[in-house]
């Protein structure tokens, strides 16, 4: 299970932080990815870590801007998004590299 928490609305240029909780599964073990949906949009992918996090990916619309990790032993993903636009509006989801299932997601909205 993959439960993701921390969207909210923020200002043009402000920051959150977003978690996904694991459980059910050996979450050490996997590569795992944030991806996005925004309103009347495909998903689109928005970065992956490797399974020991010393290996991280971005989507080219948000390289420098935001930050993944993983904290293996409280079996917990993170994004960290900083300098927000209002295109980076979205629903954002966790998951397993390769895996189609998704967690409900949590809402990110940025708008002044």
């Known amino acids: 299970q993959l439960v993701e928490s921390g969207g909210g609305m923020v200002q043009p240029g402000g920051s959150l932080r977003l978690s996904c909780a694991a459980s059910?599964?050996?979450?050490?073990?996997?590569?795992m990815n944030w991806l996005r949906q925004a309103p009347g949009k495909g998903p689109e992918w928005v970065s992956g870590?490797?399974?020991?996090?010393?290996?991280?990916n971005y989507a080219d619309s948000v390289k420098g801007r935001f930050t993944i990790s993983r904290d293996n032993a409280k079996k917990t993903l993170y994004l960290q998004m900083n300098s927000l636009k209002p295109e980076d509006t979205a629903r954002y989801y966790c998951?397993?590299?390769?895996?189609?299932?998704r967690g409900k997601g949590t809402l990110v909205t940025v708008s002044s």
């Open positions: 998951a397993i590299a390769g895996d189609p299932r």
């Open positions: 870590i490797n399974s020991s996090g010393g290996i991280t």
């Open positions: 059910g599964f050996t979450f050490s073990s996997y590569r």
